[in-house]
Structures are given as C-alpha cells and as structure tokens.
C-alpha cells in the first residue's frame, strides 16, 4: 500500500482549504498546492499522507476544464495515492455551462479508468446533509433543502433550483447514476445491497450521509468495498470526514492532534469579494469591533484599466494600517448590493476582481509587514491568492467552531510564512474576522 492515502483537486480555493482542514486536523499529515509543484517543491512535503491542489473549475466552463481539469487528474493520478478526490461544494451550486459538476465526473472518469464515480456529499460537520438523495444545508441555525436555502436558491452565478442531487447532476452529463440512500448505507446488508447496484455499472454512484452513524457506514463502504474498483470520487468534503473513521479503525492514523491558538496579532487586511449575507454579517461585525472599513467599486475592479482604482485602495488600506488599524476591504455589503449585471457584461470581469483583490492584499502584506491576512469568497480566493505568490499551504490552526474555513501557513515566494485563511461565502460566525485577528480556535 503506498504511503499516500488520499490525493484532491478542490474546485475552489475555499473548500480546497476546507478538506485540508478535515484531514490534518485528524492527524492526516496534508499539503495543499496552489498550483502543479516542480519535484524540488514537492519533495520538502514528501512525508505528507495527503496532497491537494487547488483550482477554480467552479467557476469555470467546460471547454476550460476539458484541458486544464485534465491535466491537473492526471498529475494526481502519479501521486499513487489510494484514492483522489475531485472535491466540489457541499452546497453542489453548479450549471452545465459553468463549475459543470458531472463535466468533471466525466473528464475524471476518463482519467482513471473508472466503471463506477462514488459520490458524497452531506457532511454534518459542516451542516450538510442528504437524504433519499435529496441536499439539505442549514443557516442561521436552520435547516433548508437547498432549492429553498435563502443564500444558495439565489446564488448570483448558479442558484440551486434542484434538491435531487442527482436529478441536478442529469442536467450536466448523460452518465448514468444509482442511489444507496440513508435507509441502505446503515442496513444490515450494506454492502450487498452496494454490490447489487455496481452490477447494473453505474457510472454515478452517490451514498447518502444525513448523521454520524450514515457518514461512518458510507465511509467503510467507500474505503472496504468501493476502493478496490474505484479509484476516482467525487463529492464535498464529506468524503474525508467519512473515510477518517474507516481509516482509524484500521489503524491507518492515530488520534486527533492537539493545535495551539496561533495567538493575536496587531494588525490584519482582509479583502472580500463576497456578496453572501454571511459575509456581509462579518464585516458589519468587524466595523463595529475596531476593523477600518474600505468600500471598493467592483465594476471599477473588474474592468481593464483599473490600475488606478487598485493604488487608491491601497493607499487607504495602508494609512488605516499604519495608524495600526486591521482593514477589510470589500466589493459588496450582502446581496443587495450585488452589481452582478454590470459586471457579466465585462467578460472576465469576475475573475479580475480576484485577481486585482489579491494584487491589493499581496501589497498590503508586503508594504505593512503583515503576518495574518483573509480572503473572503470561495471564487474570489482562488482567483486573488495566486497572485499572492503563494506556492503551497498547511494547516496552522483550524477552527472548530466554524469548521470549513481554517487559518494556514503560506510556504514559497514572498508569502513564506504567512498565516492566511480563505474563507468561503456561507462559512464563519459573526465573528469570524475578530476571531482570526484574535488567533484563537
């Protein structure tokens, strides 16, 4: 068996994080890549069990994945690891033109050879559950199926209109699909029952998880029985919290580790290009608890010639920090203010607000001598943190109150020893930019 247990690709750089955060904080030693390392990069992390790399194909077109999703599967494909994990979001927002979830089954699918893709995607830690093949996320501590979720229904680039996991998937592939729901994962007779499906060949097999006795029963499912003909699996991260038990129990990893509180610092930037209300929450909660405010113009952002516009941002973020003030500087205040029209008129005008925010925070970091920064947004973190010099990440601290978004290490480049947390648009309390500030778990 090769050391390694587990290689991903994560769609985008918030849930990429978000997985790393699964595995290492249960005592599974994980580099996460920002990009395909050269040998001398990956040797410094050879002792890692499992090796990420993140990407952005959430928000991208097929066109765009058929070259570079492939690519990237099959670069992962010579790690040898037991299993790799095409992790996509627990919330499953996607469209056939863009983040095509069952675009990537298949181009994954073709990779590796695969008869059969298992597919995970509830995980209670995170809130996320299925049941009977239907997706439920909770908010603002209730429970919703997601084609009535408040943030997910209307999501600016793909609202989720569907509940039926795999109905959703239909609109995106012709692969065919099965279900081993909540009832048949826990049954006596699981596993037969998994087998009876596989003769039928599948090429989609999703294993419901809805609590912690169905997550344990779909990971030795996945691990005991699936692995040995499937080496491919998709889903959120789910599909590590359920493999974990199975792997304790043979003896694969230890106990969980202790982390320590990374400890406060004086002075951290946080750039934001969400326009959840989650976030809007935590900013509102950051402006009131001594973080200086800077309101940005995406359109200005996200448009050709906006060197201008990213120097004033930039002179105002530093003056606030010099004064030893933290910043967040944001694009939107919640989805009201969404100018999603203006900017889907500019092509690429979304991915040039990433871009441009990373630019920003890279600058702030370097000109104030920051040790901590944030990035708020799952597209907007894939597309700003590589422009920040940053070649991988570990996991520095997670934090177990809203798993999903933990504070990292930055290793390359000028970014060498940042602490840096990527934070998806639905993730975090309140709180959560005081309590990265404040360093605590």
């Known amino acids: 068996m090769t050391n390694r247990l587990i290689s991903y690709y994560g769609d985008d750089f918030t849930g990429s994080t978000d997985v790393m955060e699964a595995l290492a904080s249960n005592g599974v030693e994980t580099v996460l890549f920002l990009k395909k390392p050269d040998e001398t990069l990956l040797s410094r992390f050879s002792s890692a069990r499992a090796i990420g790399l993140a990407g952005t194909s959430r928000s991208e077109a ?11 599967f099959e670069w992962l494909k010579t790690l040898g690891a037991e299993l790799c994990h095409y992790k996509v979001c627990s919330t499953f927002d996607s469209a056939p033109d863009i983040g095509s979830i069952g675009r990537a089954i298949e181009i994954g699918s073709a990779v590796f050879g695969e008869t059969t893709v298992p597919l995970i995607v509830g995980a209670p830690q995170i809130r996320r559950y299925t049941a009977f ?31 039926d996991v795999l109905r959703h998937l239909a609109r995106q592939t012709r692969l065919s699909s099965a279900l081993l729901d909540n009832v048949g994962v826990v049954a006596p007779d699981a596993a037969g029952r998994l087998r009876a499906l596989l003769e039928a060949k599948p090429s989609i097999l999703l294993l419901d998880v809805l609590d912690a006795a169905t997550q344990g029963a779909a990971g030795d499912l996945l691990w005991n029985v699936l692995r040995h003909t499937s080496q491919f699996a998709c889903g959120s991260s789910g599909v590590e919290y359920a493999l974990i038990p199975a792997w304790r129990q043979a003896g694969l990893i230890g ?24 976030t809007e929450r935590q900013i509102r909660h950051g402006l009131a608890n001594g973080f200086e405010g800077i309101a940005l113009d995406p359109v200005t952002l996200s448009g050709e010639h906006s060197g201008a516009g990213i120097e004033t941002a930039i002179a105002a973020a530093m003056l606030a920090l010099s004064a030893g003030k933290s910043v967040i500087l944001y694009t939107a205040l919640g989805p009201s203010a969404d100018r999603g029209g203006e900017l889907d008129s500019s092509a690429g005008g979304r991915h040039r607000i990433g871009r441009n925010l990373g630019r920003i925070q890279r600058q702030l970091v370097e000109r104030a001598g920051l040790t901590r920064a944030v990035v708020a947004g799952g597209d907007t973190s894939g597309h700003a943190i590589g422009e920040m010099g940053i070649a991988a990440l570990t996991l520095k601290m997670p934090l177990l109150q809203t798993p999903g978004s933990p504070l990292c290490l930055a290793h390359g480049g000028g970014s060498d020893g940042l602490e840096i947390a990527l934070k998806g648009g639905q993730v975090g309390g309140d709180d959560y930019f005081s309590m990265i500030r404040m360093g605590r778990a």
């Open 62 to 72: 097929p066109d765009w994945m058929d070259v570079h999703l492939r690519e990237a």
């Open 133 to 163: 093949g239907q997706l439920f996320a909770a908010y603002q501590g209730q429970t919703y199926r997601i084609d009535r979720h408040p943030v997910m229904s209307r999501h600016p680039v793909t609202p989720m209109n569907e509940t």
């Open 255 to 278: 106990e969980r580790p202790v982390f320590a509180d990374a400890g406060l610092v004086d002075r951290i930037a946080v750039v934001s290009g969400s326009v959840s209300a989650t």
